[in-house]
């Protein structure tokens, strides 16, 4: 990777690298790099959801790299070494931005496929951080389906060139990623359109109307033998890996909407017994819902629009893709859910993904598929590569409904696999009971020093300290009956401090301490 070293201008560098392979910490350890060098001042993460705004912050500060999440300035506070904000929160701030940005600015634009050109977060990304030419772009799919190009990436016949790139299977050669098992089911699937009942399977040539509607029945959760098939099919593989070795092995299925999403819950516990997190984008509570789960032992969860990118759940190891979306970009990102190793675990242990057998699916399975031919077994010279034949389906959306539709029948089954096309392979048997479920030895775990317990990111107690302030102030005004703003005043006036979004921790701290001095003597007049 090219070292911005000098004090010059320099070209923005794109690295290509694959969902699950790991571009935050070496991109951390780039921008500290040139903050211990003085070749940068401030370094600014942006991507494309608050919650990973946060999950920036806290790689960077276990690397004593100090950034403030969803930051309104790109200034801040003199006791942190930059901001991590949203694309979207950049290009509503572009003009003010625009004077903050200087040349000693370190851009880290994450997952930059979000940015286009012609597009509200391209421009704004363009205007508020033109003053910097150190722009290190981050994608695990450097391209976007509507063709718009991204800002900073060299372009040869409209196709991006990385600067670095580090394909799927580089990562799962080096260990750094797992094989994924790609199972379509196919099979009979009828629906009712107008006064019509359809029948075909995912091999039949159809309209792009009926075309979509086979797809609506095969991801119907009211016909049994569809998706409830598939569905308990992978609950089958997760509890097979979780009686073996795997204990904590999780689920997930990526539905096409909120109902749909209830609807599969509902499936889920009637197959499990158990009732599955369901994780929604317009959910307030969606990010505290992954976290848990990420800690959890939970078996499956399903989610729509919350695990494209930026989420790191490694126990992951079974997934059903049940989403109306079917670009390239989303499926590559869905895989990239099912790829993260853990440490300590077995190297190649493989995850499965289950799957409707429709066209466009089946075209991007079988191009990770082939990318991973070459890692996983040889391939003679004149052995055909792709598993399956049939070219993608041309995605097209229902603008009206003009015939009734209603899915009327539905039996699917597991067709081709990965790993050379024949059937998945058998499901480990369960593990001896009383047998260590780590792959370490029992008796390594046993005298394993306990891990320490990490340092609160800075942004984090600095969240905590402004709150503390602001019930000190609140119980100081109830005391002794000045205004809330009276009292900031006189607080930052004792501490040194313009504006309490400026305070650094050390100004936030003695504040406190100004705080409860205060109270302490006023509670000694009263008891007098």
């Given at each position: 990777?090219?070292?911005?070293?000098?004090?010059?201008?320099?070209?923005?560098?794109?690295?290509?690298?694959?969902?699950?392979?790991?571009?935050?910490?070496?991109?951390?350890?780039?921008?500290?790099?040139?903050?211990?060098?003085?070749?940068?001042?401030?370094?600014?993460?942006?991507?494309?959801?608050?919650?990973?705004?946060?999950?920036?912050?806290?790689?960077?500060?276990?690397?004593?790299?100090?950034?403030?999440?969803?930051?309104?300035?790109?200034?801040?506070?003199?006791?942190?070494?930059?901001?991590?904000?949203?694309?979207?929160?950049?290009?509503?701030?572009?003009?003010?931005?625009?004077?903050?940005?200087?040349?000693?600015?370190?851009?880290?634009?994450?997952?930059?496929?979000?940015?286009?050109?012609?597009?509200?977060?391209?421009?704004?990304?363009?205007?508020?951080?033109?003053?910097?030419?150190?722009?290190?772009?981050?994608?695990?799919?450097?391209?976007?389906?509507?063709?718009?190009?991204?800002?900073?990436?060299?372009?040869?016949?409209?196709?991006?060139?990385?600067?670095?790139?580090?394909?799927?299977?580089?990562?799962?050669?080096?260990?750094?990623?797992?094989?994924?098992?790609?199972?379509?089911?196919?099979?009979?699937?009828?629906?009712?359109?107008?006064?019509?009942?359809?029948?075909?399977?995912?091999?039949?040539?159809?309209?792009?109307?009926?075309?979509?509607?086979?797809?609506?029945?095969?991801?119907?959760?009211?016909?049994?033998?569809?998706?409830?098939?598939?569905?308990?099919?992978?609950?089958?593989r997760l509890v097979a890996l979780r009686e073996r070795d795997h204990r904590d092995a999780g689920g997930l299925v990526i539905a096409a909407d909120g109902g749909h999403a209830r609807r599969v819950a509902k499936v889920l516990h009637e197959i499990t017994g158990r009732s599955p997190v369901v994780v929604l984008h317009d959910d307030a509570k969606a990010h505290d819902k992954l976290h848990a789960f990420t800690e959890s032992k939970d078996p499956w969860i399903v989610a729509v629009n919350m695990v494209s990118e930026g989420v790191d759940i490694p126990r992951l190891r079974v997934g059903?893709?049940?989403?109306?979306?079917?670009?390239?970009?989303?499926?590559?990102?869905?895989?990239?859910?099912?790829?993260?190793?853990?440490?300590?675990?077995?190297?190649?242990?493989?995850?499965?993904?289950?799957?409707?057998?429709?066209?466009?699916?089946?075209?991007?399975?079988?191009?990770?598929?082939?990318?991973?031919?070459?890692?996983?077994?040889?391939?003679?010279?004149?052995?055909?590569?792709?598993?399956?034949?049939?070219?993608?389906?041309?995605?097209?959306?229902?603008?009206?409904?003009?015939?009734?539709?209603?899915?009327?029948?539905?039996?699917?089954?597991?067709?081709?696999?990965?790993?050379?096309?024949?059937?998945?392979?058998?499901?480990?048997?369960?593990?001896?009971?009383?047998?260590?479920?780590?792959?370490?030895?029992?008796?390594?775990?046993?005298?394993?020093?306990?891990?320490?317990?990490?340092?609160?990111?800075?942004?984090?107690?600095?969240?905590?300290?402004?709150?503390?302030?602001?019930?000190?102030?609140?119980?100081?005004?109830?005391?002794?009956?000045?205004?809330?703003?009276?009292?900031?005043?006189?607080?930052?006036?004792?501490?040194?401090?313009?504006?309490?979004?400026?305070?650094?921790?050390?100004?936030?701290?003695?504040?406190?301490?100004?705080?409860?001095?205060?109270?302490?003597?006023?509670?000694?007049?009263?008891?007098?």
């Open positions: 990777m090219r070292v911005w070293m000098g004090s010059g201008p320099e070209e923005p560098f794109l690295i290509s690298a694959a969902p699950g392979a790991g571009k935050t910490r070496p991109s951390l350890l780039f921008a500290k790099e040139l903050l211990d060098a003085k070749v940068v001042r401030r370094v600014v993460i942006v991507c494309p959801t608050t919650p990973l705004t946060r999950q920036w912050a806290e790689a960077a500060a276990r690397l004593g790299v100090h950034l403030q999440p969803d930051a309104e300035e790109l200034l801040p506070p003199r006791d942190f070494h930059g901001v991590s904000v949203t694309y979207a929160r950049a290009a509503a701030s572009a003009a003010r931005w625009q004077k903050q940005c200087t040349e000693g600015t370190l851009v880290i634009a994450d997952e930059a496929h979000h940015l286009g050109d012609d597009l509200a977060w391209g421009q704004g990304f363009n205007r508020a951080f033109g003053a910097t030419k150190r722009w290190l772009l981050l994608s695990g799919t450097p391209f976007r389906s509507d063709q718009t190009p991204i800002p900073g990436v060299r372009y040869e016949d409209g196709v991006a060139q990385p600067d670095v790139s580090y394909t799927y299977a580089d990562a799962v050669r080096d260990g750094i990623c797992r094989p994924v098992a790609f199972i379509p089911f196919d099979g009979t699937l009828s629906w009712q359109s107008g006064d019509d009942t359809i029948e075909a399977s995912f091999s039949d040539v159809l309209t792009g109307r009926e075309a979509s509607r086979r797809y609506r029945t095969a991801i119907s959760t009211e016909l049994s033998d569809g998706l409830p098939r598939i569905l308990r099919t992978a609950h089958e059903v893709y049940a989403s109306a979306a079917k670009t390239p970009l989303i499926f590559r990102q869905v895989v990239g859910r099912f790829v993260r190793t853990i440490q300590g675990r077995p190297h190649g242990e493989a995850s499965w993904l289950y799957l409707p057998g429709e066209g466009a699916l089946r075209a991007h399975a079988s191009d990770v598929e082939t990318e991973l031919r070459h890692v996983l077994r040889p391939v003679n010279d004149d052995e055909d590569l792709g598993i399956w034949d049939e070219p993608p389906t041309k995605r097209e959306t229902e603008r009206t409904e003009e015939l009734a539709f209603v899915p009327v029948h539905a039996e699917v089954n597991p067709q081709m696999a990965l790993f050379g096309g024949g059937p998945p392979p058998p499901a480990p048997p369960p593990a001896p009971i009383g047998a260590p479920v780590s792959a370490a030895p029992a008796a390594a775990v046993l005298d394993a020093e306990p891990e320490p317990e990490p340092e609160m990111p800075a942004w984090q107690r600095r969240r905590l300290l402004r709150d503390k302030r602001k019930d000190l102030v609140g119980s100081l005004a109830r005391m002794d009956g000045r205004s809330h703003r009276e009292i900031n005043a006189w607080v930052n006036r004792e501490t040194g401090v313009s504006r309490v979004d400026d305070a650094t921790i050390a100004q936030l701290e003695r504040s406190i301490d100004v705080l409860l001095r205060a109270l302490e003597r006023g509670s000694r007049r009263r008891a007098s």
